[in-house]
């Protein structure tokens, strides 16, 4: 299980300093993020994709039971026609609804791609002044390693806090 720490940082040479601690602290480059407002060039960083600055999974999620829902609900409405009469009910139902999940985490993921998520929300004011996120994942045994080591190298940044259940996804 990892958590994932939070740290705004001040600028471009802050996030490198701290890059270049993380992966000697022996973090893996692919659980290090970093985001920033549009137009800021984060080369030499690992930025986060879509994955973890857009609302794409929460929406696949909402979609995939909703859609569920909608394709059992149509599946038991096509078991009372004529339908019902020539095919397994049950198989009827579970297809409908296996289908429904199907296309409705498709549909929500394509929106939820183009809405920033909502766990970075309480960012934005930070971005839009031209601070740095810093997410990183870190194994629950090294977490107080981890920010204690941010918290004694880089005292230009601040620690946002913890995120408790990493999304397993991103």
Same mark, same amino acid.
């Given at each position: 299980m990892r958590k994932r720490i939070y740290w705004l940082l001040p600028d471009l040479a802050s996030a490198r300093r701290v890059m270049d601690d993380l992966l000697l602290a022996r973090i893996e480059n692919r659980h290090i993020h970093f985001m920033a407002r549009e137009g800021v060039d984060l080369t030499g960083l690992h930025e986060a994709n879509l994955l973890q600055a857009s609302d794409f999974v929460r929406a696949a999620q909402m979609g995939m039971v909703l859609g569920a829902a909608v394709g059992a609900a149509a599946g038991a409405l096509l078991t009372l026609s004529w339908l019902g009469d020539t095919l397994s009910k049950p198989a009827l139902v579970a297809a409908l609804a296996a289908i429904g999940a199907g296309f409705g985490a498709w549909a929500a993921s394509? @929106?939820?791609?183009?809405? =920033?998520?909502?766990?970075?929300?309480?960012?934005? =004011?930070?971005?839009?002044?031209?601070? @740095?996120?810093?997410? %990183?994942?870190? =194994?629950?045994?090294? %977490?107080?390693? @981890?920010?204690?080591?941010?918290h004694a190298k880089h005292q230009e940044g601040r620690d946002e806090g913890l995120e408790p259940n990493v999304p397993a996804f991103p």
């Amino acid at each position: 299980m990892r958590k994932r720490i939070y740290w705004l940082l001040p600028d471009l040479a802050s996030a490198r300093r701290v890059m270049d601690d993380l992966l000697l602290a022996r973090i893996e480059n692919r659980h290090i993020h970093f985001m920033a407002r549009e137009g800021v060039d984060l080369t030499g960083l690992h930025e986060a994709n879509l994955l973890q600055a857009s609302d794409f999974v929460r929406a696949a999620q909402m979609g995939m039971v909703l859609g569920a829902a909608v394709g059992a609900a149509a599946g038991a409405l096509l078991t009372l026609s004529w339908l019902g009469d020539t095919l397994s009910k049950p198989a009827l139902v579970a297809a409908l609804a296996a289908i429904g999940a199907g296309f409705g985490a498709w549909a929500a993921s394509m @929106i939820g791609a183009s809405m =920033p998520s909502r766990r970075l929300q309480r960012f934005a =004011p930070a971005l839009a002044r031209g601070e @740095i996120l810093l997410m %990183v994942d870190v =194994p629950n045994l090294r %977490v107080n390693e @981890i920010e204690a080591m941010l918290h004694a190298k880089h005292q230009e940044g601040r620690d946002e806090g913890l995120e408790p259940n990493v999304p397993a996804f991103p």
